[in-house]
């Protein structure tokens, strides 16, 4: 268990039921954080994880919703506040992937991960800006990627919806930095989980190839940069992008 440093702060974290955002929820509720576990289709995985949290001794709350629909992110906030008397931490985790060349990708493909994505993002932080404006406290941490950054084929519409977060974080950033919340972006490389699972073993080895750490990233290791990120040593850091990549695409 780490330091209890988030203690008496309520969290959310979207597509909270596998993967990163299941660590990040651990790694919140370790710290002392109350969590809403957030996801859609895998919403039977944040009910398990909000179970096991609080078999830890964490303090957790499972909720069925989409983060492309605002009524259904604005009773996210709604229900955390009631649980936990606030909301201080956003992490915009859920993301999806539909992955094709430019020549060959669907309307569909384009407008589902944009929808998700970026949108996603848009909602969910909209969802909670009243509440964390007003408590003049709050930290948002979005997940992006490091081809938001650096492009990459095959990739098109994934990489321009995670472009579009960085620019969505910085805007964000400057109009509540008043208000003390920040909002800051992670852009993980390479990182072991069931979406990366897909990937054929030649592609994971090219990949290994350009990675100077020399090892894929574990969930843990953006769970750590997102509690950073969250904690009080980072109250002056906002609309920044922190690379989580072993040193690919410096
Ligand atoms: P996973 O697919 O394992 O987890 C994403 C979660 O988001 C799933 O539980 C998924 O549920 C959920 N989700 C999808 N759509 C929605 C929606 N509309 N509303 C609510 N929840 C939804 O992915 P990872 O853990 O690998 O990735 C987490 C984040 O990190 C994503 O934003 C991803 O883009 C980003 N990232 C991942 C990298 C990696 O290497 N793994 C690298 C860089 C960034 P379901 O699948 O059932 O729809």
Request: with cysteine.
């Amino acid at each position: 268990m780490s330091d209890r440093i988030l203690s008496g702060q309520a969290a959310i974290v979207t597509g909270g039921g596998r993967g990163i955002g299941a660590e990040i929820c651990r790694t919140l509720a370790d710290a002392g954080a109350a969590v809403a576990v957030t996801d859609w289709g895998r919403y039977e995985g944040a009910r398990q994880l909000a179970a096991e949290i609080d078999t830890r001794g964490g303090t957790a709350l499972a909720i069925k919703a989409d983060v492309t629909s605002l009524e259904q992110m604005s009773d996210v906030a709604t229900r955390t506040k009631e649980a936990f008397g606030g909301i201080h931490i956003l992490v915009n985790n859920a993301g999806i992937t539909r992955d094709n060349l430019v020549m060959r990708m669907s309307e569909d493909d384009w407008a589902a991960v944009i929808n998700v994505n970026l949108k996603g993002v848009f909602i969910s932080t909209k969802a909670v800006l009243r509440t964390m404006t007003k408590q003049r406290a709050g930290r948002i941490v979005n997940i992006a990627s490091i081809v938001g950054q650096i492009g990459n084929a095959g990739q098109g519409n994934y990489s321009a919806s995670k472009a579009g977060i960085i620019g969505f974080t910085k805007s964000v950033a400057k109009e509540v930095a008043s208000r003390n919340v920040t909002c800051n972006a992670i852009a993980p490389g390479f990182i072991q989980t069931a979406m990366t699972d897909q990937l054929t073993d030649e592609v994971k080895e090219k990949m290994l190839a350009v990675i100077p750490r020399g090892r894929f990233g574990l969930p843990s290791d953006v769970a750590q940069a997102v509690l950073f990120l969250a904690g009080t040593g980072a109250g002056y850091i906002t609309g920044h992008v922190i690379q989580v990549t072993g040193g690919m695409g410096m």
